[in-house]
Nanobody
Framework: VQLQASGGGLVQTGGSLRLSCAASGIIFTLSDMGWHRQAPGKERELVAQFTGGSKTNYADFAKGRFTISRDSRKNTAYLQMNNLQPEDTAVYYC?????WGKGTLVTVSS
């Protein structure tokens, strides 16, 4: 399984970004996909994930601002991020089960 994340960039406080993650290889389901992030000097943390079927799980900081979604026809997962704050600055990683993509950098300027 290979995961290619994209959509990161520089955005001002309060702005939005949509991250995409294209999965390739032997893909049977997208129900185990998710997003994690790692801010400078901090440990990696969960952002959002599918937990089976269409159920989702969000970190507290993501609730109400971030939305995870997927398109099975495209083998792609998305992370819509709204009202971004400087503390959201991090490298965002797409995950699928035990597999991790390379990450995409999100920088939120104050």
């Amino acid at each position: 399984v290979q995961l290619q994340a994209s959509g990161g960039g520089l955005v001002q406080t309060g702005g939005s970004l949509r991250l995409s993650c294209a999965a390739s290889g032997i893909i049977f389901t997208l129900s185990d996909m998710g997003w994690h992030r790692q801010a400078p000097g901090k440990e990696r943390e969960l952002v959002a994930q599918f937990t089976g079927g269409s159920k989702t799980n969000y970190a507290d900081f993501a609730k109400g601002r971030f939305t995870i979604s997927r398109d099975s026809r495209k083998n792609t997962a998305y992370l819509q991020m709204n009202n971004l704050q400087p503390e959201d600055t991090a490298v965002y990683y797409c995950t699928k089960g035990i597999f991790w993509g390379k990450g995409t950098l999100v920088t939120v300027s104050s």
